[in-house]
C-alpha cells in the first residue's frame, strides 16, 4: 500500500465519519484559539506599558523621598521616619550638575475640582513651567502656563482630558473659563494631549496642573516640602554618570555623613519597563499555561475516539492485513487520521483565536496584539498533540493479529 492510499484511507475514514471529526476537533480548536487569544491579550498589554513607559522618555530620572532613620537612645531600636525632598534640592541640581539639562520639581494632592454645577476628585500637580518638556506631554489646546505666571503665583490651570471626561465638558467649553480647586478660582489656559491609562503607575490625563509657587501658598499647603523631582539626562548613556550626580548633591544637601543610607530614591524609566516586563511575562505565561489545558483535555479527548474507532473497525483492519498491510502501513493511517483531527483543529483555532483577540480590541477595547510565533507554536503543538495522543491508538491498531480480527463482530 502506497503512501499515497494510506493517506486515501484515513481522510475517507474521517469523512465518513463529519461529525464524530467534528466533534473531536472541537477540543483541539477551544485549546489553541484560547491560547492565540490569552497570549495576543498579554503581549498587547506589555506593548501598551513599554509604549506608555517610552513615552515619557528614556532620559528621565524621578527622585522620590527615602526613608531615614531616627536612632533611639539607650539602645532602643531606631525608629523610620520619611526624609522629604525640598526646592532647595531641585535648586542645587538645577545649579550643580553637568549631566542634568532639565528639572522639574512637582507638589501633588488630591484635591476637588469643580466646574459649573459638576465636580471630580483628581489629582493637583503643583510643577514649573518645563513640564511639558520633562514629562513628553505636548498641548492640545490653549498653551502651558508660563514661568512669570509662575513666579506671580498666578491662578492658571492646564487640564489633562481625563479631567475633562470627569466634569462632562469639552476643550472648547472649559477653555479660557474658570474652574475651583478647593474654592478657589483658576482659568484654565491649556488642554493636555491624551497619554492614556497608565494601569500602576497612574492615569496622567485625570492630573490639573497649576503652577508650583501658586500650589505652595494657595491649595497644597505643603511649604517648601516636594512629592517628586524629575530630571533629564543629557543623554542615554550618560544616565549613570546623572545618577551618581544626583546623589553626590542631594547627600551634601541632606547633610549625610559617609557610611549612612541615602534617604531618598532614584529611579528611571528602564527599571520601570523591566519590572513591567517581567510581570507582564509571567502573567501571560500563567494565562497560557492555563489554555494549554484545553489542549491537552483536547488530546486527550482526541486519544479516547480513535481508540473507539480502533475498536469499531477491527475487522476492517484484519482485511487490510490479510490483503497485504503491513504493522507500519496500519500504524501511519491511524496516526495520520489524528494528525489530521489535530491540524485542522489547529487551523480553526488558530482563526478563532486570531478572531476573539480582534473583537476584544475592538469591542472592549483591550490591548491585544498577535504575534507569529504563537501562532506558529500553536499550530506546531496541536500536531504534537495529534502524534503524542495518536500513537497509542496507532499502535493498538497496528498489533492486532490479523486472523483474530478478522473473527471479530
Known amino acids: 500500500m502506497l503512501i499515497g492510499e494510506i493517506l486515501n484511507v484515513a481522510l475517507g475514514a474521517l469523512r465518513a465519519n463529519k461529525l464524530r471529526s467534528l466533534l473531536t476537533m472541537l477540543g483541539i480548536v477551544i485549546g489553541v484559539g484560547a491560547v492565540i487569544a490569552m497570549i495576543a491579550i498579554g503581549t498587547g498589554a506589555q506593548k501598551q506599558i513599554q509604549d506608555r513607559i517610552a513615552a515619557l522618555g528614556t532620559t528621565l530620572l524621578t527622585i522620590n523621598p527615602g526613608q531615614q532613620r531616627m536612632g533611639g537612645g539607650g539602645g532602643v531600636a531606631s525608629e523610620t521616619d520619611r526624609a522629604p525632598l525640598e526646592l532647595d534640592d531641585a535648586t542645587a541640581l538645577r545649579d550643580s550638575s553637568e549631566y542634568i539639562i532639565a528639572v522639574q520639581p512637582q507638589l501633588q494632592r488630591n484635591l476637588t475640582v469643580q466646574f459649573g454645577a459638576k465636580n471630580t476628585n483628581v489629582q493637583i500637580v503643583g510643577t514649573t513651567a518645563n513640564y511639558l518638556e520633562v514629562r513628553k506631554y505636548t498641548i492640545a489646546k490653549g498653551r502651558m502656563f508660563s514661568e512669570k505666571e509662575d513666579e506671580g503665583k498666578r491662578r492658571v490651570a492646564v487640564l489633562g482630558p481625563g479631567v475633562l471626561t470627569n466634569l462632562e465638558t469639552t476643550p472648547e467649553a472649559i477653555l479660557g473659563q474658570n474652574i475651583r480647586i478647593r474654592g478657589i478660582q483658576f482659568e484654565v489656559v ?83 519597563l523591566v519590572a513591567a516586563a517581567d510581570n507582564q511575562k509571567t502573567f501571560t505565561a500563567l494565562l497560557a499555561g492555563i489554555a494549554g489545558v484545553s489542549l491537552v483535555v483536547g488530546g486527550i479527548g482526541i486519544m479516547n475516539i480513535m481508540l473507539v474507532s480502533v475498536t469499531e473497525r477491527t475487522r476492517e483492519i484484519g482485511v487490510r492485513k490479510a490483503l497485504g498491510a503491513t504493522k507500519g502501513m496500519i500504524l501511519l493511517q491511524f496516526l495520520i487520521e489524528a494528525v489530521v483531527l489535530c491540524l485542522l483543529g489547529g487551523i480553526i483555532g488558530i482563526l478563532a483565536g486570531g478572531g476573539g483577540a480582534m473583537a476584544l480590541s475592538l469591542k472592549m477595547g483591550m490591548p491585544t496584539q498577535i504575534s507569529m510565533s504563537s501562532v506558529v507554536l500553536a499550530f506546531v503543538f496541536s500536531a504534537g498533540v495529534g502524534v503524542l495522543f495518536g500513537v497509542w491508538p496507532a499502535r493498538r491498531a497496528a498489533s492486532l493479529d490479523p486472523i483474530q480480527a478478522l473473527r471479530y463482530e
Open 190 to 272: 491649556g488642554i493636555l494631549e491624551s497619554k492614556g491609562q497608565a494601569s500602576s503607575f497612574g492615569n496622567p490625563d485625570e492630573n490639573v496642573l497649576i503652577p508650583i509657587q501658586t500650589a505652595r501658598y494657595r491649595t497644597h499647603g505643603q511649604g517648601t516640602r516636594l512629592a517628586s523631582i524629575s530630571v533629564l539626562a543629557r543623554t542615554e548613556a550618560e544616565i549613570p554618570e546623572a545618577t551618581a550626580d544626583i546623589q553626590r548633591i542631594l547627600r551634601r544637601t541632606h547633610k549625610l555623613r559617609p557610611g549612612r543610607p541615602d534617604n531618598f530614591r532614584i529611579s528611571n524609566q528602564s527599571e520601570f
